[in-house]
């Protein structure tokens, strides 16, 4: 579905978040759409691992779904979705502000937590979010001959959404957990050429 409002889970690649312009945050995002942290001048190379059925039977694919950011401890993030691994002079570059910095989705982080839907790309998590808006999780959500898998997770709904009220309540969130619809330009293209010849 490539309509406006209508998202997916991020694709195979990788997720920059530099906080302040100071401290790197970097995860490798599995075929799956779930996210480990490594240190980014630390990045494993090849194809990332799925998650273990170890992981999964217990609920690690819930937390590793989501990124988790201390809003007390910083007041900015620049996030960037990549395909590829960023080698350490690509790193500094952005860290240093000496590479342009428009492939970056710059959040003021209290506002995103206090009012995300003022924040560009910034969504509140509600109740019917993600079987309404996410791909993955729609009922209907079945492969529509995607560049990028499709791979279902409505089973994971419950879970998802029990996780996301804990940290409402536990983190006094007054608009719910916030979202960010991250740009994947690349991956847009690659899929609207796959739409295009099908």
Not at 110 to 138: C, I, M, N, S
Request: hydrophobic content about 35%; aromatic content about 12%.
């Amino acid at each position: 579905d490539m309509q406006p409002g209508n998202y997916r889970v991020l694709r195979e690649g990788f997720v920059y978040v530099l906080l302040d312009q100071e401290i790197w945050h970097a995860y490798q995002v599995t075929a799956d759409g779930h996210m480990r942290q490594y240190d980014p001048y630390r990045m494993p190379e090849g194809t990332p691992r799925p998650l273990s059925k170890a992981c999964t039977g217990v609920g690690h694919d819930v937390r590793a779904s989501f990124i988790h950011v201390d809003t007390k401890a910083y007041k900015e993030a620049w996030i960037a979705f990549s395909q590829d691994r960023w080698p350490e002079p690509v790193l500094d570059a952005y860290k240093a502000q000496t590479a342009p910095s428009a492939r970056f989705l710059k959040v003021d982080l209290a506002t995103l937590r206090e009012t995300p839907q003022t924040v560009l790309h910034g969504l509140k998590f509600a109740d019917g979010f993600l079987t309404d808006h996410v791909w993955e999780y729609r009922y209907d959500g079945e492969d529509f001959g995607s560049r990028h898998a499709v791979r279902t997770r409505t089973p994971r709904f419950v879970p998802i959404n029990d996780y996301v009220d804990d940290i409402a309540k536990t983190q006094g969130l007054p608009q719910g957990v916030p979202v960010l619809a991250l740009p994947d330009p690349v991956g847009a293209v690659l899929e609207f050429n796959q739409q295009r010849h099908l």
